[in-house]
C-alpha cells in the first residue's frame, strides 16, 4: 500500500457482524486508489498479511479513473 491509508469500521453485508473497509489512495494502476473490504463473521476476520492485504480482502475495490484516489475517508 502506497502513501495515505484509512479505515472505517462499518456493517458493509448486513449479516450483524462488523466489517471493516481499508483504503489505499495511492494504490492500483495509475493511481486510481483502491478500498479492500473485510468481512466479519462468528470467527472474526481471515488472517492476513500486509504485504498481501488484495490477495485476501473478500472484495477489492478500484477507481475508475487515472488519478482517482479512490480509498480516501474524510
Known amino acids: 500500500?502506497?502513501?495515505r491509508r484509512s479505515v472505517f469500521d462499518?456493517?458493509?453485508n448486513g449479516d450483524g457482524y462488523a466489517d471493516i473497509i481499508v483504503g489505499a489512495v495511492n494504490a492500483g494502476p495509475d493511481n486510481k486508489g483502491q478500498a479492500y473490504v473485510f468481512l466479519g463473521s462468528a470467527t472474526?476476520?481471515?488472517?492476513?498479511?500486509?504485504g498481501d492485504v488484495g490477495?485476501?480482502?473478500d472484495t477489492t475495490i478500484t477507481g475508475a479513473e487515472n488519478g482517482d484516489s479512490l480509498g480516501y475517508f474524510n
Request: net charge negative; glycine share 24%.
Open 10 to 12: 462499518c456493517g458493509v
Open 55 to 57: 490477495g485476501c480482502a
Open 1 to 3: 500500500l502506497v502513501g
Open 44 to 50: 472474526g476476520f481471515a488472517d492476513c498479511t500486509i
